[in-house]
């Protein structure tokens, strides 16, 4: 699946069909446009989770100086940047 930021959807088409409209189209294009924006407005919109680093996880413990990170779920070493389904972002 791929993920589109539906706000930016809308508002690429809505530019499109005011672009249109100063040109004096209101033809099939406009009606397409229209069409456009019903479509996307009756699309789910998927919302991605956050992803904790291991840098910022309340699970992770620092070693070689911020180098590697370990988990106390077991997980092994990791870099700052890793992440898993386990994060929780630590509070500071």
């Given amino acids: 699946m791929n993920l589109i930021d539906y706000n930016q959807a809308v508002e690429a088409i809505e530019n499109e069909r005011k672009l249109l409209l100063n040109r004096g189209q209101y ?4 009606v ?4 456009a ?3 996307i407005a009756g699309l789910p919109i998927v919302r991605q989770p956050e992803i904790i680093r ?3 996880c309340e699970h992770s413990k620092s070693y070689s100086n911020g180098e590697m990170f370990g988990c106390e779920f077991g997980n092994g ?3 700052p ?3 898993c389904a386990d994060g929780v972002r630590e509070e500071r």
């Avoid at 033809?27 to 406009?30: D, Q």
């Avoid at 397409?32 to 069409?35: F, K, N, Q, R």
Wanted: aromatic share 10%; proline share 0%; net charge negative.
């Fill in 81 to 83: 940047d890793w992440y």
């Fill in 27 to 30: 033809g099939a294009e406009n």
């Fill in 54 to 56: 291991c840098k910022d």
């Fill in 37 to 39: 924006l019903n479509v």
């Fill in 32 to 35: 397409l446009v229209h069409h």
């Fill in 77 to 79: 070493l990791h870099e």
